[in-house]
């Protein structure tokens, strides 16, 4: 299950669509019964959360955040993906991107950071961005790098 919490009440975010395409994706990855939460927030938000978890005093796009519940409970919840749609349209234009696609994409990006991807180095970066450009051609968007 994949929630969307919008608290920016951005209307321009179609949450059906988004939250039934990350649905497709965590099934696409075999990941059928996970949850997870998707929170839309503005640029004050992230940059605090930035701050205060990974100790940068800056934007970013997304963040993700691993559940942290006790392996006793035998929930399949991924955690959390923080995302500043304000930080990701500016993206968007200056790279001339569709905003949704590239909100999508980022979303995705927080995924695969819950499941143990990373870009620290050039293999483990080439390995997550090829999963990313082919999970993104099954949902009909375009590589992004």
Known sequence: M????NIIHDSSINEYDLS???????????????ELLIRLVNETEIKNLNKVYRHQDKLTNVLSFQSDLPIEIDEAVLGDVVICTQVVLKESIEQHKSFNNHLTHMAIHGMLHLLGYDHIDTKDAQQMENLEIKILAKIGINNPY
Not at 2 to 5: E, H
Not at 21 to 28: A, F, M, P, S, Y
Request: glycine letters at 6%; proline letters at 0%.
């Open 20 to 34: 039934n395409t990350l649905q497709e994706v965590i099934k696409e990855l075999d990941r059928g019964e996970s």
């Open 2 to 5: 994949v929630v969307i919490q």
